[in-house]
């Protein structure tokens, strides 16, 4: 399936594999309930580029944008606001989690992820995929 990516500065590909590799404990945290396709079988990537932005997690499906708002956001709720607004006449969502949310209510965050994502899959007209299906790889008696 070929998905229109919003292009990027060429540029943050080498700042956004420093971040990878730099996650915060919460990124690291939130990533092991997002990758693999097991949030309803949409696929996140992690550290994103877009335009001359980097999203903590993102959707390209759902056009869906997950931010962790820590220690780095400081004093940067103006310039978050912009990017994030500007991010938005893309056609991207986005969701914000504050550091101790997702350290202190890892639950309830996920859950709020997943019903997001259910919105935009009705908002985006998408197919509903199984839900059995979370992205859980499963085994069969097949021989």
Request: hydrophobic share 30%.
């Amino acid at each position: 399936m070929n998905h229109q990516y919003p292009k990027y500065n060429p540029k943050l590909k080498l700042f956004a594999r420093q971040l990878r590799n730099q996650s915060t404990f919460t990124e690291i945290l939130l990533w092991r309930y997002l990758k693999g396709k097991q949030r309803m079988s949409y696929d996140f990537h992690r550290q994103k580029p877009i335009q001359e932005y980097i999203l903590d997690f993102y959707c390209p499906k759902l056009k869906l944008a997950i931010e962790i708002d820590g220690e780095s956001h400081t004093n940067k709720y103006l310039s978050d606001k912009q990017r994030q607004q500007y991010l938005e006449t893309l056609g991207i969502k986005f969701i914000r989690f504050y550091d101790n949310q997702v350290e202190q209510h890892i639950d309830l965050v996920i859950d709020r992820i997943d019903n997001v994502i259910s919105k935009q899959v009705k908002e985006l007209g998408l197919h509903t995929p199984d839900p059995s299906n979370r992205g859980e790889i499963k085994m069969t008696n097949k021989i």
